[in-house]
């Protein structure tokens, strides 16, 4: 069975920085597809970063230039490393793996997802 278990989260003020790491098991994980996406109430998951096995990395248009996403496939860890924090980055991030790439970070096409963990941005 697929585990994603997300680490990480928390409170920081506008301009701090955060570093989400998940561990994922269950799966050939170094040949899998694997992303971060974030969603706030009432609105839908919003793909935010995705790297393949050989750490190429795409972003959404909203945290290009400040977060970076990579991956240690011998230990079975995505990160995420957000900086320059903003409230508007307030949300709850989850992991997602699947053996297919998700095209244009869409949540559709993701197979499995971890629990989340809250990051909150305060002005």
């Known amino acids: 069975k697929v585990y994603l278990v997300e680490s990480g989260g928390g409170s920081v003020q506008a301009g701090g920085s955060l570093r989400l790491s998940c561990v994922g098991t269950g799966f050939p994980y170094s040949t899998w597809y694997m992303g971060w996406f974030r969603q706030v109430p009432g609105k839908e998951r919003e793909g935010i970063a995705g790297?393949?096995?050989?750490?190429?990395?795409t972003y959404a248009d909203a945290v290009k230039g400040r977060f970076t996403v990579s991956r240690d496939n011998a230990k079975n860890t995505i990160y995420l490393e957000m900086n320059n924090l903003q409230p508007e980055d307030t949300a709850m991030y989850y992991c997602?793996?699947?053996?297919?790439?998700?095209?244009?970070?869409?949540?559709?096409?993701?197979?499995?997802w971890g629990q989340g963990t809250q990051v909150t941005v305060s002005s």
């Open positions: 790297i393949d096995g050989d750490n190429s990395a």
């Open positions: 997602a793996a699947d053996s297919r790439r998700f095209l244009k970070l869409v949540p559709g096409y993701v197979g499995y």
